[in-house]
């Protein structure tokens, strides 16, 4: 129970640390991060995650920042996830499954894409503007522009924050799998 505790704690401290600039208040973010941790765990599928992001939403004020706050959070999460895993799978190449896969590649496309999003948004605006020859141009500038917004205010999120969230999310999971090994140790499950 102490573990489990210690767990959501730091899980919730990196919650925090993602949307901390909302000033939502301490208490009133406790009790939003312990209500949708509950739905999460009664919920399949996390797709209590969708209920994490209205509750967040709610209290930031902005359905934008709220699921910005709750996309990170569960980046950070799984990119961790995703780094312990990997050396893991490296040694025993036999447990490789369909889910760390997928996982792996999650992580890597969405860097990828983080990376090269400031070039790509860039000269496709300035492509579009010279050649607005189609119809559809506006509606293309438009939704660039709402991107760059997304992507904009997610670099603030994260700017000077990335390690300390990953630590935590590092912390989180190792803690998972400890408690994972005791309560396997105590009912004698190999």
Request: charged letters at 15%; one cysteine or more.
């Amino acid at each position: 129970i102490l573990l489990f505790a210690v767990i959501h704690v730091l899980k919730l401290f990196r919650m925090y640390l993602v949307l901390m600039e909302q000033n939502t208040g301490f208490g009133r973010f406790v009790f939003a991060y312990c209500r949708t941790t509950l739905a999460n765990l009664i919920i399949p599928f996390k797709i209590g995650d969708i209920y994490r992001m209205i509750a967040f939403s709610k209290i930031t004020g902005s359905a934008g920042i709220g699921a910005a706050g709750v996309i990170v959070d569960r980046f950070f999460d799984t990119m961790a996830l995703v780094l312990i895993l990997l050396p893991l799978h490296v040694l025993n190449p036999s447990k490789i499954s369909a889910v760390s896969v997928f996982l792996a590649v999650f992580v890597a496309v969405t860097i990828f894409v983080y990376m090269i999003f400031p070039s790509a948004y860039s000269n496709l605006n300035k492509y579009i503007i010279m050649n607005r020859d189609s119809k559809n141009s506006m509606t293309v500038l438009k939704w660039l522009e709402v991107l760059n917004s997304g992507y904009e205010y997610i670099r603030r999120l994260v700017r000077g924050k990335y390690a300390l969230i990953l630590l935590m999310s590092f912390g989180a999971w190792v803690l998972e799998g400890g408690l994972l090994y005791i309560i396997a140790w105590m009912f004698g499950i190999d």
